[in-house]
Nanobody
């Protein structure tokens, strides 16, 4: 069964940096678009950054210039480099991917379990 697993979350002071990683695994698949979402307490989940299979990126306005999404297609990995972190970036960050799975090339949207990022002031 295909799955995504995030790593790299933790506690950091304001102005600091963290790098999140997302690894895709399980069975026969290819990865199409990938993204990072976040959900802060009491708020809706929001798209932070997105990268297409061709490498085109899009960002939430509030993270532009501070966060960078990238991917390693050979290793089925996605990264979110987060610099100049602010307390308002505190949230659970989720990896998301559209994956093409199995013999019949079924498209699946897959989510990771999330990793907590806490930015202290």
């Amino acid at each position: 069964q295909v799955q995504l697993v995030e790593s790299g979350g933790g506690l950091v002071q304001a102005g600091g940096s963290l790098r999140l990683s997302c690894a895709a695994s399980g069975g026969s698949f290819s990865v199409n678009a990938m993204g990072w979402y976040r959900q802060a307490p009491g708020k809706q989940r929001e798209l932070v950054a997105h990268i297409s299979s061709g490498g085109i990126t899009n960002y939430l306005d509030s993270v532009k210039g501070r966060f960078t999404i990238s991917r390693d297609n050979a290793k089925n990995l996605s990264y979110l480099q987060m610099n100049s972190l602010k307390p308002e970036d505190t949230a659970v960050y989720y990896c998301n991917a559209v994956m093409v799975v199995g013999y019949f090339s079924k498209y699946l949207e897959v989510w990771g379990p999330g990793t907590l990022v806490t930015v202290s002031s």
